[in-house]
């Protein structure tokens, strides 16, 4: 539980909010470098921290990222022209290149100085990973990118995909760091013999109520879920979060998974959801416990992106029509009536309202990773506003190398001594083994 | 004439408003019980008085009316499994029965005592005359429900529905207590000759401004209207406000008719008008003064319900089709060019904004009524909120016992002594007649 | 730039706010005569500074113009009948004329003197040259209406078009008396060579960044852009601001263009875009840089009206669809890739948002008529608030007989005093002369 004060402190992201001012001392995914597919090609809205920008891929191929409207008179960049390295807004032909700076004023006399006294609002972006990342904060030199291993990987081994989501950044972020909803609202209707003896899973559904082990990181927090895997074993799920907003959830096998998910606020109601990691193999075979197939377990369909500022990455399963929901599936054998792994998180996050209230929630034991991540963002962001502190990884990209998953341990290890050597990212090592588990 | 600020008073239905708190002394019409037509079946969103419900029927038949809001970490309740007398979150399983209480809470430790501690907002519920009624009031044990007789009539000889109004209640209500407006919005184009002499619409439209009398009652107020009936004689149109939101119209036989219409806040912009009476046989003739015959006189095609907040008992017209008026129709003949009795009210009341604001109006002889209920609501809502004072009605439920309607007396007679056997309900008297004139 | 409380100032239209003040002194476009086309037809919302309004031609062809909202209980009078010089609530019966005098009140008894004490808001109105002007200010009397040469042109000879614009009426004026946008967001790719030698157009596209004259008058501001036109001459466009929300814009050849636009505040986000002119002949060849052919050089396709508030005289080409652009167009050769001089000017104003926030804009050279306009506005307005002094050209109508245009001088001419004669209204001389050039 949050007061409403801690709660909106927590959740708003705009310029000068407290959480907003975090996470501008980060890089941020902006957009798939995929939005941008040509230089000179079509510029594209993005809402990013509230801000509504304008994003373009310039004659050279590099990424510009601006404020949509002109410091001229405010026209909107979203119609400007891309042309020969810049993009000139159409009201009175001001161009702008990807620093901001204006190198035409055709409206001008030419012996004007007035052009060099006008910049765009322009941030720094640069591409890795598939993914455009922008730097929305207040330093002249940005701070390295995190070393994240997702973004390290060759193209044709990398899986990046991004859904919008219609809530709060956080209360989204909040379902990833929580492994307790795993055996509810995603197999909620599995029994153990369907699972198979000795997998993951079959652990999973046989202990829906595990114990939690937590610990704080230099890159955030950690924790472990843990029961019994047959005798004298544990069956582990470890996760992290990572500042300012990143995942690395505990389904994969831990040593194996290669994934980063970001939680990135487009706005106080809009969340851009980016899964950055090693290409899966297609599922073999079904997973739920019901006798319908599901029609697409992973990935659920996306109506085509539009140009307005929500009109990316929108799954067609949304609020409007229930996530499609199949009543008569859900009395017969599925938890939900929901198709797709991520459409059950949108559903259950979204359904939370715009921003949730959190002053009338009751946490429980399964609950002890999102009060532990609560604070740390608090008082991180609390740190920054009050002294001036530079928040956990700003300055310290090496402590992202590190990787989430399943372990079975015996009973008596230490968890974190024994699972050391698999969590550490091996990206630049030659045995790097990117074979992956189902996630 | 209303102050702004007893315009809001008097409006106003969330939590804690003044208005809000007098109506959760009384057991609400919350919605019908056939939206709920199974054991086990679809939960449903309801909005009742400003709050987010969620209505399901369990096992037993039970009805729940719980915050769609799970208590744990908010998800929606909507989306649950109805399932085994109880209501189970998809997130992490939490289950909860009629009563709000925790019967199961899978994700944690099955020593652990959390389950007791929490409790789902659970709202007490009964079905009587085919309409769920729940009680959203400070009492551990609620009142008695009114003695309405309409809620004791046989199911065979019940007609309940509901129309979902875009309004504030109040000013929807109003409309049923001003029976002025009979004679224009439904019947302003109606000769005396084509209502045929001695019915009581041929009174009605021959005198289009009656006199009035009023009296306060136990269970609100009553009025009369006046107009001369033939020599002698004078047609009365009896009708009665019941605390806190219900009406008893005069349009029926007085003495026969068996009606009872509730205006429930869904919010401070939404009503949902509950119709409940005695089924009427379908009218034979038309009543309209236009020679284009009405499509249906007094039902109007309503739209399938919705799973959304505000998606039940739409009406096919409405204010984005300017309720389907036929300009051509009402230049020729009809007064209003808008089909339906219900539609015609929908149409003014709706058209005077979300909330109406009562501080620009004037007020006639024919608002008598009008002025009298909003003051009773006001003094009743003040009295409780000042002193603790139980409004009218609350336990009193016999008060409830009476009836409205239409009758010609004698010029010199008390209309109240004349009509008080007319006005008794009579559902269990042996002589019960429920053969009812053409509403 | 302006500071926000100025920006405030100087955009809201409200009764009470101090634009809206100054507006209310002056006679108001309000709608088109044409949306009126018969005496007792049907009813038309008006929506007009901020006030939401019905329109209606009684059975004489007055035009009444009525607070939509009845003064008894609020039903809209949009509903109401139009007939016998009246239009009448259907909710009760109250019958209004153009003048708001309740003419009949048949749900009082017929003695009663309440018909005299209450009045519908109704506001005076006057046709001239295609337009209903009304007059929504403190005076008894109106003052007279303003002598604009194009409310005088003969009806076969006038061409009166709307357009609604969603933005702030300044920023739509405001693209109005700038004339720098010309050469960039309707003939950026235009080159001199197709503009053809000696024409207007090929002096224009040859000097994109003319200089600039500006001088007060009595009705406004009036300037001058000037650039070379060959050896020893000056091409000199002029255009004027007449209060309160007029412009004579440049386009046309001085003396020979009977023009005025009338940027008219429907609320603080919805403009009315009313053009009154000489009928033009059809041009006959593209203007356009490009070898693809516009579609319609001028005239771009209106959605038929519909009843809302916000309903009248839509562009398909909008917002939700991005003015439909075609980006391949304009990376082959258009400048902006929307196709029509209004839709481009409605692409750029509306994309300010619904209020430009002025504290963010940087003024050049270009903008110096923008800056004086918004000066003089506030200024009348601080006049009239703070001493009630007349805004310009309320009470001297003649002052807008003037006309716009551009013209070629000699270098050394002084531009005022070379087209003083020219600049005048010659609508009531013998000798008028309509044919125009191509706008």
């Known amino acids: ?19 907003g001012s975090l996470m501008r001392q980060y890089w941020l995914p902006a957009m798939l470098a995929s939005e ?16 509504q920008l304008v994003a373009f891929r310039d004659t050279k191929g590099q990424v510009g990222l601006l404020a949509h409207s002109c410091p001229h008179r405010g026209a909107s960049l979203f119609f400007g022209r891309n042309e ?28 004007s100085t007035f052009r060099d006294k006008v910049r765009a609002c322009a941030y720094p972006c640069v591409e890795r ?27 044709n081994q990398a899986d990046v995909f991004a859904i919008q989501r219609e809530c709060n950044w ?18 909620g209707a599995t029994r153990k013999e369907e699972a198979g003896p000795g997998t993951f899973l079959y652990y999973a559904v046989a202990d829906r109520a595990p114990r939690y082990a937590l610990v704080d990181t230099e890159y955030g927090s ?16 470890i996760a992290q979060f990572l500042f300012p907003f990143y995942t690395h959830i505990p389904s994969g096998t831990l040593g194996r998974q290669v994934l980063t998910r970001a939680w990135v606020p487009m706005d106080d109601h809009h ?11 297609r599922p073999r075979r079904q997973a739920s416990g019901s006798s319908r197939p599901r029609r697409a377990a992973l990935r659920t369909p996306l109506r085509p992106n539009s140009t307005g500022w929500h009109g990316r990455f929108r799954l067609e399963a949304d609020a409007a029509n229930d996530y499609l929901i199949d009543r008569n599936w859900q009395r017969n054998g599925d938890f939900t009536g929901i198709d797709g792994i991520f459409t059950q998180d949108q559903a259950v996050t979204e359904s939370m309202g715009p921003v949730y209230d959190r002053t009338k929630e009751h946490l429980g034991s399964s609950d002890v990773m999102v009060i532990r991540v609560r604070r740390r963002l608090l008082d ?31 009973e008596k290890a230490d968890w974190l001594s024994a699972t050391e050597e698999l969590r550490r990212a091996r990206v630049s090592h030659p045995e790097l083994d990117l074979a992956l588990e189902t996630r």
Chains 1, 2, 3 share one sequence.
Not at 4 to 19: D, F, H, I, K, Y
Not at 171 to 187: K, V
Not at 271 to 281: D, E, H, K, Q, R
């Open 380 to 410: 991180a962001a609390r740190a920054l506003a009050e002294r001036g502190a530079v928040p956990p990884g700003v300055d310290e990209p090496h402590v992202y190398a590190t990787r989430s998953g399943s372990v079975i341990l015996p």
């Open 222 to 237: 950690m924790y472990g879920a843990y029961r019994p895997a047959g005798p004298g074993r544990l069956y582990w799920r």
């Open 84 to 111: 020969e390295d810049g993009l000139r807004c159409v009201y009175h032909g001001w161009k702008f290149d990807v620093n901001g700076r204006c190198v035409d004023m055709p409206n001008e006399p030419p012996a």
């Open 271 to 281: 969340t851009l959801f980016v899964s950055m990691g090693a290409a899966a193999p």
């Open 129 to 155: 990973g598939g993914v455009v990342w922008a730097y929305l904060g207040p330093r002249a030199t940005p701070p390295p990118l995190p070393d994240l291993e997702a973004l390290e990987l060759p193209e």
């Open 170 to 187: 956080l209360q989204a972020l909040e379902g990833d760091i929580d492994t307790s909803h795993f055996g509810f609202l995603h197999f």
């Open 1 to 19: 539980m949050l007061s409403e004060r801690e709660n909106e402190a927590v959740s708003r992201v705009g310029p000068g909010t407290l959480m």
């Open 36 to 51: 941008l597919p040509r230089p000179d090609g079509d510029p594209v809205r993005v809402m990013l921290l509230g801000e």
